[in-house]
């Protein structure tokens, strides 16, 4: 079986370039771009560059983007972070590409097909031949001496063709979930907006318009605002707290080591201040919370916190504080909030920002009476719960992407065994 598949050098089949070197000055107008992170998360180019070089003509010539070229990270800190992949689908017009990065391009068409060159330079497989020969003094690097030692391994052009299809079908369907889970939570969040933050049906009410919502739900709002110590809020509404509408389960974290972590994957996912840093074998907690930075990683760039609103079973270390809801405010709500609330006036800390539990419980707002605040609690946590299954779905999908990968591409699975396993979970 694995007969039929053929090896030969990366540098058999491309020709190998280095990319554009500018001046911070130059960015930010001109042409597309081709960046150093757009090449490191993507496993394909972005059908949108959104960074913007002032490059030339004779520049855009030599550095262009173009169907079947493969973008490799060339120095990284890390070995385990060089020779990231990013392989362009399509033509990008005036395009040029990161002078971090290496460009191959096939020296002719139809021997390496650009879906199959998509995955195979993510594999272990080849993910493993380039950190065995990488360099590391300061920083790890790749040159094209490395890279003509490289070795690739294919099918014919077809079967290249049908993997890169079964592949990326999947790798589609989990940009679909994601792209649905982004407008669940901004359905979410421009609810919280208008009724919390902007108080548009009040301010409707205050000047005699109608509020576009149903009657029943209209009522629920008053017609006026009234001065606070928050400044004007809705009439009736009362100056809260953080402190006083959640509760905190900081005490239950515990940080492990990487050692106590172990070598082995878990089934559990162990969270940070920013997302999952491990999977260990154990959990602490087991729900619904909001996640919030707690040092280091505090404040985004437009002032608001790191927030995660996670599910389930997890371990979580003490760079994250941990809170619920205090009804009538649900953890649905807090998560909202937090979306919009600035939380830098509360950072201390010159290098090492820290948002203590005491200070963020010090964070205000004005906290809309019971009624109400059940009925957002109602309206969201469907959309929270819908979000949740589609997110176990993504990892789902992940988990059988990364499973077939690595024998599609050496010829244990062939691609009619594959299809048959898409079709049994519906793809």
Not at 1 to 23: H, N, R, V
Not at 24 to 44: I, M
Not at 55 to 68: F, H, L, N, P, Y
Not at 80 to 100: H, K, Q, W, Y
Request: with cysteine; charged share 25%; hydrophobic share 40%.
């Amino acid at each position: 079986m694995e007969s039929e598949f053929q090896s030969c050098s990366l540098a058999d089949i491309y020709d190998f370039a280095s990319g554009l070197s500018k001046a911070r000055s130059e960015f930010g107008a001109g042409h597309p771009f081709l960046g150093f992170k757009d090449v490191f998360y993507n496993s394909a180019v972005p059908k949108e560059l959104k960074e913007l070089v002032r490059s030339t003509d004779r520049e855009r010539e030599k550095c262009s983007v173009k169907r079947g070229d493969v973008f490799l990270t060339r120095t990284s800190e890390t070995m385990n972070e060089l020779g990231m992949s990013c392989v362009s689908l399509r033509d990008i017009p005036f395009a040029t590409f990161n002078g971090f990065t290496k460009r191959l391009r096939p020296r002719a068409e139809e021997v390496i097909a650009p879906e199959y060159a998509r995955y195979y330079f993510r594999s272990n497989l080849f993910r493993a031949n380039v950190n065995s020969m990488s360099t590391m003094s300061t920083r790890a690097s790749l040159n094209n001496e490395m890279l003509s030692r490289l070795q690739i391994s294919f099918p014919n052009i077809r079967e290249q063709q049908a993997i890169g299809e079964i592949l990326g079908t999947l790798d589609d369907k989990i940009e679909l979930n994601r792209k649905t889970n982004e407008t669940l939570e901004g359905i979410a969040k421009a609810l919280f907006k208008s009724w919390f933050v902007d108080f548009d049906p009040v301010r409707a009410k205050a000047e005699g318009r109608l509020t576009g919502l149903p009657d029943e739900i209209s009522e629920l709002f008053p017609n006026s605002f009234e001065e606070s110590e928050l400044g004007e809020i809705p009439s009736g509404w009362l100056p809260s707290s953080v402190g006083e509408i959640s509760k905190n389960l900081d005490r239950l974290r515990v940080p492990l080591s990487k050692k106590q972590r172990g070598e082995k994957q878990g089934s559990f996912p162990y969270y940070g201040a920013t997302g999952i840093f491990d999977y260990v074998d154990d959990f602490l907690f087991d729900g619904d919370y909001l996640l919030i930075g707690e040092d280091g990683s505090v404040a985004k760039d437009d002032g608001t916190a790191f927030s995660q609103y996670v599910s389930g079973k997890i371990w979580v270390n003490n760079h994250a504080h941990v809170l619920e809801g205090v009804l009538p405010v649900t953890t649905e709500f807090l998560y909202c909030f937090f979306q919009f609330a600035q939380v830098m006036p509360y950072v201390t800390g010159a290098v090492q920002l820290k948002l203590s539990q005491g200070r963020m419980n010090m964070i205000q707002l004005p906290l809309a009476d019971e009624e109400l605040l059940c009925l957002f609690g109602e309206i969201v946590q469907p959309i929270f719960k819908r979000r949740l299954s589609i997110h176990k779905e993504i990892l789902s999908l992940g988990e059988l992407r990364d499973a077939l990968l690595p024998r599609l591409i050496s010829g244990e699975l062939r691609v009619p065994d594959a299809e048959k396993m898409l079709e049994e979970v519906g793809i």
